[in-house]
């Protein structure tokens, strides 16, 4: 039997490319995402994984019985392209209550496999090659690929630690009238910072000095500590329709694997994201939409239980990391903290993680992959805690013998 040789970190695919007429020039600019390569090395190596950020605890019930029903009852087929309407409904019912903000369910949101296809079928709505896309560094590592993948050019502003505060002198050399659109994660992977009001009327006045749009993927918007709170950019005067929302079920229900989310925007900037949402996947899975209708409508203690036990997973791992030596950077929202490793003594991320996983036995995310510049994450690395206590505890026990 053939033996497969050890990977190491950071190759972007196994397979050599022979055939270069058949790999597009757009594929070229990219690599494989780092954070999907750290959780298969963890499965190699048996590793924590602490990787990538998704719950390793069950789904709430009342999610599960609506979905099992939902195929029970045989909604099975399409659902209509831009989401089906008890979900629609509930989307904009939850806006209503939770942000006072009103949408169309006919004609301002459109249902996608998950905000990661939100996110790209808005950039392909809204980009022409050669549009500018303002993008805080350190990143959600999507963002990139996905305006490379639009041809579009990224204009990086910092978030300076150790509270990830943007300069705004810095933000706005950053625009210009080649400008297209600022990308927003708030509350943010993977600095775990919330911005605020303040913050975002600097972004709004830009977007609106610009013409601009704010394309702002709010995936944590319920997963905040310390009494911070989320302030939608629609919020913002003059934001309403310069803005388009992302969001999910991903996070805040605990269904990373299902695969659905939502796009927010006025009825002209929703006509294109229909469009291109309509022939890159056609629909979000139909009996998963149907329990996202009861997701949605759930009570507001949901989200209050939810906070309240992701600040407790919050202070444990910061315990945990403190206890081994991490330097950390205190999140204020999200479920990742960014660790400062320079008292290790590494060269690099790439070394420290692949120490990290092969000799501790703990998966993490090295810090480069969330800068552009592999530089500027090198002493850097982000762990998650979205896990059970058992798989923090163990992760505990792992690193006090880093
Ligand atoms: C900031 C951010 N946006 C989007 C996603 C992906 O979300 P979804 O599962 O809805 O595609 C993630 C997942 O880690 C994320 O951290």
Redesign the pocket.
Known sequence: MATIAPKTLLQPSDIPNRRPRFRSNRTLRFTESVIREMTRLAVQHKAVNLA??FPDFPAPEVLKNAAREAITADINQYAITWGSKPFRDAIAAKYRRTYGLEFDPEREITVCC??????MASLMAVTNPGDELVIFEPY?E?YNPDALLCGAERKFVKLHPPDWRFDPEELRRAFSPKTKAIIL?SP??PTGRVFDRADLEVIAALCQEFDCLAIT?E??EHILYDGTTHVPMMQIPGMRDRTILVN????TYAV?GW?V?WVLASPDLSDSIRKVHDFLTVGAAAPLQQAGAVALALPEDYYVALARDYTARRDAMLGVLEGAGFRCFHPRG?YYIMTDISGFGYPDDMEFARHLIEDVGVAAVPGSSFFEDPREGAQMIRFCFCKKYETLEEAKVRLSKI
């Open positions: 990538q950020g998950g905000s990661t296809e939100g996110m959600y999507n994660n943010n992977n993927d995936i944590y999910s079920m991903s996070k990373t695969r989310g999200a």
